[in-house]
């Protein structure tokens, strides 16, 4: 009954910045990490970022001092900073939150997001 919604994604500049937002639905308990992956046309989907449960943080070497990952426990939320963009940076943007405990169910879950699109304009 988790559903995990992705708004933010849309067209932008070169240069310019997004703020990428993906809320989690349901009667949650606690999400362990969350994590933003990408997939470009023609390439495979690579991690973009991940904030474990403490805020401990990792990126992809590409988007290194650019892109900021945070969350928001209260309202079950990871959101994308993403500054500074690259016609690379260009993808279907998902979002996945690993190890959700439900108020019906003590083991984790994982969930993914349908992905929000970026495009981004020379």
């Known amino acids: 009954q988790v559903q995990l919604v992705e708004s933010g994604g849309g067209l932008v500049q070169a240069g310019g910045s997004l703020r990428l937002s993906c809320a989690a639905s349901?009667?949650?308990?606690?999400?362990?990490?969350m994590a933003w992956y990408r997939q470009a046309p023609g390439k495979q989907r690579e991690l973009v970022a991940a904030i474990s449960s403490g805020s401990s943080t990792k990126y992809g070497d590409s988007v290194k001092g650019r892109f900021t990952i945070s969350r928001d426990n209260a309202k079950n939320t990871v959101y994308l900073q993403m500054n500074s963009l690259k016609s690379e940076d260009a993808a279907v943007y998902y979002c996945n939150f690993i190890g959700v405990v439900t108020t019906t169910q003590r083991g984790g879950m994982d969930y993914w997001g349908k992905g929000t699109l970026v495009t981004v304009s020379s």
């Open positions: 349901g009667s949650i308990f606690s999400i362990d990490a």
